[in-house]
């Protein structure tokens, strides 16, 4: 019985798993995306996510503690410049992981898994997406109750500006 087991060990040792897992991560931080099976990309999440955390935190101590987990001076430093710097917002869920379909060979499910911040079709223009969905509305009678509204505010403007005519007469 497998009770409260909840890691995955994806057939392979500790020593093994961890150094696929390693790797992976390399991999993940110095392209930005990599594609491989379902299994792994979600062992993958659960580990290089933390390490994105602590990289927000840039001190000699988090820098050697990820360097324990990655072993690449290289990733270390890309992790710590680029990715920590776009990263710095975010409170958490810096990876997207999105289903392929079965790979040919032997049919396992295969998954891309990269990096939100980095993602140009997904990110850009936030500020411009944000824009068009206020403009669009997806109620029916959105336009009317704009419209009526529009009404209201111009039938109490109309008396404020009757008084400001008043005001601007001279008295006879």
Not at 117 to 134: P, Q, R, T
Not at 160 to 172: C, R
């Given at each position: 019985?497998?009770?409260?087991?909840?890691?995955?060990?994806?057939?392979?040792?500790?020593?093994?798993?961890?150094?696929?897992?390693?790797?992976?991560?390399?991999?993940?931080?110095?392209?930005?995306?990599?594609?491989?099976?379902?299994?792994?990309?979600?062992?993958?999440?659960?580990?290089?996510?933390?390490?994105?955390?602590?990289?927000?935190?840039?001190?000699?101590?988090?820098?050697?503690?990820v360097f324990s987990?990655?072993?690449?001076?290289?990733?270390?430093?890309?992790?710590?410049?680029?990715?920590?710097?776009?990263?710095?917002?975010?409170?958490?869920?810096?990876?997207?992981?999105?289903?392929?379909?079965?790979?040919?060979?032997?049919?396992?499910?295969?998954?891309?898994?990269?990096?939100?911040?980095?993602?140009?079709?997904?990110?850009?223009?936030?500020?411009?997406?944000?824009?068009?969905?206020?403009?669009?509305?997806?109620?029916?009678?959105?336009?009317?109750?704009?419209?009526?509204?529009?009404?209201?505010?111009?039938?109490?403007a109309a008396p404020?500006?009757?008084?400001?005519?008043?005001?601007?007469?001279?008295?006879?």
């Open positions: 019985m497998r009770h409260g087991d909840k890691i995955n060990n994806l057939g392979r040792t500790a020593s093994h798993r961890r150094a696929l897992l390693s790797n992976l991560a390399i991999q993940l931080i110095t392209h930005k995306k990599i594609v491989t099976t379902l299994a792994k990309a979600k062992s993958l999440r659960t580990y290089v996510e933390p390490l994105i955390t602590k990289a927000k935190d840039n001190t000699t101590h988090q820098r050697r503690v987990y990655l072993q690449d001076k290289e990733a270390v430093t890309e992790l710590f410049g680029n990715i920590a710097t776009k990263v710095a917002g975010r409170p958490g869920g810096y990876t997207r992981i999105i289903k392929l379909g079965a790979r040919v060979g032997d049919n396992a499910e295969t998954a891309l898994i990269e990096l939100v911040d980095f993602n140009e079709i997904y990110g850009k223009g936030k500020g411009e997406a944000k824009e068009a969905a206020g403009k669009r509305t997806r109620r029916a009678g959105g336009s009317r109750k704009k419209a009526a509204g529009a009404a209201q505010a111009d039938e109490s404020a500006a009757a008084e400001a005519k008043a005001e601007d007469k001279p008295a006879k």
